[in-house]
């Protein structure tokens, strides 16, 4: 019974057409972002972009779930309806975000390691009872010279194993996020062998570890240059580079594969998007569902329209829903 809900929930979520914003920037985060725009950085400014955020007319339109920070699946708006449950009133599933801060790997120069895993079987139980049925754990990967190890990829992917296997003992589908940094020199064709080592690792370690691949979301990098490489790729290359990489080493049972933005601009990461869009619809299709499941990628354009003041609360909902109707199209190849 479990599995077929945990198989519902991973369709609803991967639904045609729409996408997932990921709104669980951590608290310091949230205020360095804050603070870029003027607005005060403090717990009731974050509440109330959230709230600006969710209430957005239409956003269910665009939307199948929103990712959540553990201070944003507690709050509530104005009117005291706890976010969670005004989210599931729209049909938005809420998903939480479990993993904590990164720290160094002993021993690997360079590298990081994710936290998170202590008590987490108990904080999922907790969020399970509040109305998330998915969750979302990243992992850092960076491209350097003498990085990534591929004991670093084997460690993270272990995390990412264990972390997938208590969500679905909880009900709730676990979203897999293996980031590849796009900060760096590398170009585009290292990035690709990078990202298709740490696929190819994640998915055998997720078998080995008998994790259900009906029941899991991969969040993954677009494949690219990195930033301070001095040539950029164009959106024909991300969108080959990238749908190379999945088909090579994303297994057909997982139902859907979402892209995070990953520092990309918002103009940049539709371009791409869109190219990858067409590309799989020139390729015929594909056997699991792409969408968008950006942060800044979306939320950058909202922010600054926001500015931290009420009365420009509507203009930036505005912005907001442009940004996922705008996406939703790249989705299609249609921009």
Request: hydrophobic letters at 40%.
């Amino acid at each position: 019974m479990q599995s077929e809900e945990l198989y519902k929930t991973a369709a609803l979520l991967m639904t045609p057409g729409k996408g997932i914003l990921a709104a669980d920037q951590s608290v310091t985060t949230m205020d360095k972002q804050l603070a870029s725009i003027g607005a005060t950085p403090d717990a009731d400014t974050r509440r109330k972009y959230r709230q600006l955020l969710f209430t957005a007319p239409g956003i269910e339109k665009f939307v199948t779930g929103i990712i959540l920070y553990d201070a944003t699946i507690r709050n509530q708006t104005d009117d005291g309806t706890a976010f969670v449950d005004y989210l599931i009133a729209k049909g938005i599933i809420p998903i939480i975000k479990v993993d904590k801060s990164t720290k160094p790997f002993e021993g690997f120069e360079g590298e990081v390691i994710t936290e998170g895993l202590d008590g987490l079987k108990g904080r999922l139980e907790e969020y399970y009872k509040m109305g998330a049925r998915a969750a979302k754990w990243r992992a850092v990967i960076s491209i350097g010279d003498n990085t990534p190890t591929i004991e670093s990829i084997k460690f993270n992917c272990l995390l990412l194993a264990r972390y997938a296997r208590l969500c679905q003992e909880t009900g709730i589908v676990p979203i897999v996020e293996p980031e590849v940094i796009y900060e760096g020199n590398h170009d585009i064709e290292k990035a690709e062998e990078v990202t298709s080592l740490v696929l190819r690792t994640l998915f055998a370690i997720l078998v080995q570890y008998r994790i259900d691949l009906k029941a899991v979301i991969l969040k993954t990098s677009m494949v690219l240059s990195g930033n301070k490489n001095e040539k950029p790729s164009s959106p024909d290359e991300v969108a080959s580079a990238t749908l190379r990489v999945l088909e090579g080493a994303v297994p057909n049972e997982v139902p859907g594969v979402v892209f995070l933005s990953g520092g990309q601009t918002p103009e940049q990461v539709t371009a791409n998007f869109n190219a990858i869009g067409k590309l799989e619809k020139e390729s015929g299709g594909l056997p699991w569902q792409l969408a968008f499941s950006f942060s800044r990628g979306i939320e950058k354009p909202v922010q600054e329209a926001w500015k931290g003041n009420a009365e420009n609360t509507a203009t930036a909902q505005k912005v907001l829903i442009e940004v996922l109707e705008r996406n939703c199209r790249a989705d299609r190849g249609q921009l």
